[in-house]
């Protein structure tokens, strides 16, 4: 006679919740709403009889999947992670969970995990693309659950959330302008992704609106990498023609940038103001402090991942969705390295000198 581990199952659930299976099952598969209490009750059941729940069985009974995909490029961008943390805790509470795939940046790639995703016969993805919008045209013929984040392919006009590059570049170099910088650099990476070519577009409408010339040496289109930023950083630095400020639109260009900065041994704020994008803790940490401008993370995640469920339960119902386009706004925050160039005189300085005169 065996007397080993016995798997248990819904009913040994039920019978230690003091519930009906049909309330467990409600809980697992978020059919219907269970008062928190008895949620609480069935999920300390679950617990305690390590019970999970047989998503496989499930899918063959139903034909339905509590299983979304979602891709990313830079699974090492904390940027990334911290959408996707927002994003799993929206998915938890309503019963799903996810496969996360890491896209490297490499089309090649990131087709493989849609291809992977679907066989595993996912309910709708959630993406952050590194390709052509002509590469999703057929997920969108076939109207299979889809909602971009972050970067949004050029011509595509579904569902999306992402933040207001445009706007967001714009205040950055604004301030830079303000402070009277004329002389203003920037390391946009590669415009082959949308969010860094919106990036780019409000840079030059704020230098062009100041009647500045967006030099092409300053521009560093060279890649998105760290060692990519602080190499053309290294030779802006050694330029005749010095800028006197930079503008790096992502945290790896920022990461970069400062690297080649110290390298250099430029003091900053004092002969160089530099702009980042992202804000993290080690922002602050940074000597100086980095002026920044910063993503809404927490409501990309959530706001993206409440828009897959929402077309999830419409096509389960039979329902079509019109898209829907959600623009977040950035923030921009001040701190220690940016201040007026060289030779021109602070605000403060500006203002003892009238009040004197």
């Known amino acids: 006679m065996s007397h080993g581990w016995k798997k248990p199952t819904i009913n040994d659930v ?23 209490h008895r949620t609480q009750k069935v999920r300390e059941a679950m617990a305690a009889l390590d019970y999970h729940a047989d998503q496989n069985a499930r899918f063959l009974r139903t034909g339905k999947s509590r299983v979304v995909g979602v891709i990313i490029p830079d699974l090492a961008n904390p940027f990334y992670t911290q959408v996707v943390a927002a994003a799993d805790d929206v998915a938890s509470r309503a019963g799903y969970s996810f496969f996360l795939c890491n ?20 309910a709708a993805v959630l993406l952050a693309s590194c390709d052509s919008f002509a ?10 659950p889809l909602v971009f984040f972050d970067r949004v392919p050029t011509g595509f006009h579904g569902s999306s959330v992402e933040t207001d ?26 415009i082959q992704r949308s969010t860094h070519a919106r990036r780019l577009e409000g840079f030059r409408q704020a230098m062009l609106e100041s009647g500045l010339p967006v030099r092409d040496e300053y521009c560093g289109l060279s890649g998105l990498s760290v060692q990519a930023a602080y190499e053309f950083s290294l030779g802006l630095l050694a330029s005749p023609r010095l800028p006197t400020a930079i503008f790096c639109t992502s945290n790896n260009l ?10 250099v041994g430029l003091p900053c704020p004092e002969n160089i103001s530099i702009v980042g994008f992202d804000d993290f803790p080690w ?11 910063a993503q809404p993370t ?10 897959l469920l929402e077309r999830i339960a419409a096509g389960s119902e039979g329902r079509v969705l019109e898209d829907q386009k959600i ?7 001040l701190r220690n390295s940016t201040a007026p160039p060289p030779n021109i005189p602070s605000p403060n300085e500006l203002d003892v000198t009238q009040t004197a005169s």
């Open 14 to 36: 039920a019978r230690l919740a003091g519930v009906s299976v049909a309330t467990v099952s409600a809980v697992v598969n978020g059919t219907k709403v269970v008062s928190p």
């Open 103 to 122: 896209s490297n940046d490499d089309p090649a790639l990131e087709q493989r995990h849609l291809d992977m995703l679907f066989s595993h016969r996912v």
């Open 327 to 333: 623009v977040l706004q950035p923030e921009l925050r």
């Open 135 to 144: 590469a999703y045209d057929r997920l969108i013929r076939r109207r299979f």
């Open 283 to 293: 922002n602050e940490g940074f000597r100086p402090a980095i002026t920044t401008v």
């Open 298 to 307: 927490a409501a990309i995640g959530a706001k993206a991942m409440e828009m």
């Open 254 to 263: 920022l990461l970069g940038c400062f690297r080649a900065v110290e390298r």
């Open 165 to 190: 590059n445009h706007l967001a570049a714009f205040q950055a170099t604004r301030h830079l302008i303000e402070l009277g910088h004329r002389s203003i650099a920037i390391l946009a990476g590669s």
